[in-house]
Nanobody
Framework: QVRLVESGGGLVQAGGSLRLSCAAS????????IGWYRQAPGKQREMVAT???????NYADSMKDRFTISRDNAKNTVYLQMNSLKAEDTAVYYC??????????????WGQGTQVTVSS
């Protein structure tokens, strides 16, 4: 059974920092493209940051100077370091893992999400 379990969310003041973790089980983690996404109330889910199986990273423009994604394949875990948090960063943050299945589709899994609330 595949599980992605996020942790590290919480309440923080504007300007503060949080580090989110996503622990994976049931997959060959090192083969997966991993992403952090977020969804604020009343808004669509949006990409925050992604990291490939080889460690290449990509960020949404509004977060690239404040957030850092990293992965530890030995621990089957991906992290999201979030600095200089703003009220608009308030959202539920989700971890996503996917890889091509060789048949034109992909295996894709989501975590349950972790709430981040930034008070202004």
């Amino acid at each position: 059974q595949v599980r992605l379990v996020e942790s590290g969310g919480g309440l923080v003041q504007a300007g503060g920092s949080l580090r989110l973790s996503c622990a994976a089980s049931g997959i060959i983690f090192s083969m997966y493209f991993i992403g952090w996404y977020r969804q604020a109330p009343g808004k669509q889910r949006e990409m925050v940051a992604t990291v490939t199986s080889t460690g290449s990273t990509n960020y949404a423009d509004s977060m690239k100077d404040r957030f850092t994604i990293s992965r530890d394949n030995a621990k089957n875990t991906v992290y999201l370091q979030m600095n200089s948090l703003k009220a608009e960063d308030t959202a539920v943050y989700y971890c996503n893992a996917r890889r091509p299945n060789g048949f034109g589709g992909s295996w894709e899994y989501w975590g349950q999400g972790t709430q981040v609330t930034v008070s202004s």
